[in-house]
T-cell receptor, first 114, second 113 residues
Framework: SQTIHQWPATLVQPVGSPLSLECTVE??????LYWYRQAAGRGLQLLFY??????ISSEVPQNLSASRPQDRQFILSSKKLLLSDSGFYLC?????????????FGDGTRLSIL | DAKTTQPNSMESNEEEPVHLPCNHS???????IHWYRQLPSQGPEYVIH???SNVNNRMASLAIAEDRKSSTLILHRATLRDAAVYYC?????FGSGTYKYIFGTGTRLKVLA
């Protein structure tokens, strides 16, 4: 069966520090991968998605970046965190391009910027 | 991207059915209707999806209007564990060129004991 792992579960970082969040998927190949951010009490905002190794689509201009160095690995990074980067970060995957494929989410990383 | 509109919140009594509405008047012919729910401090969980016909699974039922401009997620007997934010989203079909799932703010369901 397929599983998605996301870590760390919680993270507290000072303003201006770098960030690296990692997400890996097991049990499937060539998944579509997604990063979302959720501010407190708000809906999910799509940040990046990737349909293959090295292919990244950015949805929202910001100081975050994403990379996909391996088929089932998706990394969210920042060189200098801002206070506004606080939130709940979720990684997700699904298969193929067909619209009937459900999306599967990780447990999320709660990021607090001090 | 086609948008969906949901009520911000709803309440239900435990053991009673719940009908969660969603409007998607700009839906295209190949868009699938997906429903997810999010429990506090967790990632969203897939509930159900459909294209044109009503769908049933172990979690819920999905009723899709004949013109597909609206749909309703039906929880047949609400339990306290069903208290969550429910999201209705549209997903482009194969060949649509889109891989995105656009989440709105969802409906916060409160279940009363």
């Amino acid at each position: 069966s397929q599983t998605i792992h996301q870590w760390p579960a919680t993270l507290v970082q000072p303003v201006g520090s770098p960030l690296s969040l990692e997400c890996t998927v097991e049990g499937t190949s060539n998944p579509n991968l997604y990063w979302y951010r959720q501010a407190a009490g708000r809906g999910l905002q799509l940040l990046f998605y990737s349909v293959g190794i090295g292919q990244i689509s950015s949805e929202v201009p910001q100081n975050l970046s994403a990379s996909r160095p391996q088929d089932r690995q998706f990394i969210l990074s920042s060189k200098k965190l801002l206070l506004s980067d606080s939130g709940f970060y979720l990684c997700a995957w699904n298969s193929g391009q067909a619209g009937n494929q459900p999306q599967h989410f990780g447990d999320g990383t709660r990021l607090s910027i001090l | 991207d086609a948008k969906t509109t949901q009520p911000n919140s709803m309440e239900s009594n435990e053991e009673e059915p719940v009908h969660l509405p969603c409007n998607h008047s700009t839906i295209s012919g190949t868009d699938y209707i997906h429903w997810y729910r999010q429990l506090p401090s967790q990632g969203p969980e897939y509930v159900i999806h459909g294209l044109t016909s009503n769908v049933n699974n172990r979690m819920a039922s999905l009723a899709i209007a004949e013109d597909r401009k609206s749909s309703t997620l039906i929880l047949h007997r609400a339990t306290l564990r069903d208290a969550a934010v429910y999201y209705c989203i549209l997903r482009g079909g194969f060949g649509s060129g889109t891989y995105k799932y656009i989440f709105g703010t969802g409906t916060r369901l409160k279940v009363l004991a």
